[in-house]
């Protein structure tokens, strides 16, 4: 079974340029995840759909954050303008189910670097 | 609020022997909980979780983790370490209802098993 996958791997951009990234979750999962991981510390959530809808996006910062996953499979999230503190790893996840005793399958994540 | 505590930055072993990594949680319902490993450049793989019942737990490549209500601890366990367990460690805790229906992480431990 694949497992989830993202790209770009890596992207360095300089301020205020936008980025993009995209997640294809593993095969019939509903639930997928978008995190933000800064350097020592561990995944923070940004967003959470349970299909095409965002059941939970209290932490993304909507004045330069967006996100869609339309017809509920593949996800992108945007940053537009980027800033210096977004450099950070961005970390995609899916699940069968959006319960919170399920485990969640993450992807190797994109390495973001704001210059 | 949820919170998760690993008091542990790094965690060093000898090959061979017994490893524990600790996790100290907070939540006001029933905790549900979760054992994540990262390896460079990976994204994080899950190990093991606790939802309800036995209190011991077993998952992944021979770890093991024990819940303790009362001193409300998650420590993760193996009775002999290899170098090849050396990776980031990190606890998580999710409960029922509203804003907390999501998976909060600690800050990882840093796991080295020294041959």
């Known amino acids: 079974e694949a497992g989830v996958v993202q790209s770009p791997r890596y992207k360095i951009i300089e301020k205020k340029q936008p980025v993009a990234f995209w997640c294809n979750p593993i095969?019939?999962?509903?639930?997928l995840y978008w995190y933000r991981q800064n350097l020592g510390q561990g995944p923070e959530l940004l967003i959470r759909?349970?299909?095409?809808?965002?059941?939970?996006d209290s932490q993304l910062p909507k004045d330069r954050f967006s996100a869609e996953r339309l017809k509920g499979v593949d996800s992108t999230l945007k940053i537009q303008p980027a800033e210096l503190g977004d450099s950070a790893v961005y970390l995609c996840?899916?699940?069968?189910?959006?319960?919170?005793?399920?485990?969640?399958?993450f992807g190797p994540g994109t390495r973001l670097t704001v210059l | 609020a949820q919170s998760v505590a690993q008091p542990e930055d790094q965690v060093n072993v000898a090959e061979g022997n017994p490893l524990t990594v600790k996790c100290t949680y907070s939540?006001?319902?029933?905790?549900?909980l979760f054992w994540y490993v990262q390896y460079p450049n990976r994204g994080l793989q899950f190990l093991l979780k606790?939802?309800?019942?036995?209190?011991l737990v077993k998952g992944s490549y021979g770890f093991e983790a024990e819940f303790n209500k009362s001193q409300t601890s998650f420590h993760l366990k193996k009775p002999s370490a290899l170098v090849s367990d050396s990776a980031l460690y990190f606890c998580?805790?999710?409960?029922?209802?509203?804003?907390?229906?999501?998976?909060?992480f600690g800050t990882g431990t840093l796991l080295a098993v020294q041959p």
């Open positions: 996840a899916s699940s069968s189910m959006g319960g919170p005793y399920n485990e969640q399958f």
């Open positions: 095969s019939g999962h509903n639930t």
């Open positions: 759909y349970e299909n095409e809808e965002a059941v939970d």
């Open positions: 939540v006001s319902g029933n905790p549900y």
């Open positions: 606790y939802i309800t019942g036995d209190n």
């Open positions: 998580a805790v999710s409960s029922i209802g509203g804003a907390t229906n999501k998976l909060i």
